[in-house]
């Protein structure tokens, strides 16, 4: 408990010292607001936070990370593998679910709040289903869990589709 409590109060002041720099540094003629273009935004300073929260969370990820490594013997290999296939995945379905998103322009109106909801619907449950087959095809063992998790909590017998033999697909 005192290990988590130290990288928390290092979290924070990493998190507050990260903000003053960024505000400090960030403004709408800089580099970073032309790659995530918002360089037409009055004050763009508004960033500084998010940004300095994210970059701590992955600092905060990793100092614990490293120390439970040291602390307890993990399968390092097991978990590159599994991040592997996790980000393999995702990148696989970005590019789905943007072109999904951008494309359902043309058919939805998105002035309305149920055209913008059924575009989003409609690319999260399409990016959703594409992760998932991509897993299945890459045998991630992750599924096996999600697979029991969904089983426990339904009333009715999944589909021999969705069941594993002997936690494996």
């Not at 970005?94 to 494309?103: D, E, K, S």
């Not at 989003?120 to 289903?129: D, M, N, P, T, Y």
Request: no cysteine.
């Amino acid at each position: 408990t005192k290990t988590p409590t130290v990288l928390t109060v290092i979290f924070v002041i990493t998190t507050i010292a990260l903000s003053i720099i960024f505000i400090r540094i960030i403004h709408s003629e800089g580099f970073l607001a032309k790659i995530l273009r918002i360089d037409d935004l009055a004050d763009i300073k508004v960033i500084s936070l998010p940004l300095a929260f994210s970059l701590a969370s992955l600092l905060q990820f990793g100092l614990m990370f490293g120390l439970l490594v040291r602390k307890i013997s993990l399968p390092l290999i097991d978990i590159v593998r599994s991040v592997g296939k996790v980000m393999l995945s995702t990148l696989v379905v970005l590019p789905v679910t943007y072109i999904t998103l951008y494309g359902a322009v043309n058919f939805l109106n998105t002035e309305t709040f149920m055209g913008i909801f059924t575009q989003g619907l409609v690319a999260g449950l399409l990016g959703l289903s594409i992760y998932f087959f991509v897993m299945i095809l890459l045998r991630s063992p992750e599924l096996v869990l999600i697979q029991a998790a969904i089983a426990a909590r339904v009333p009715f017998k999944l589909p021999k589709i969705f069941q594993s033999e002997n936690g494996k697909f």
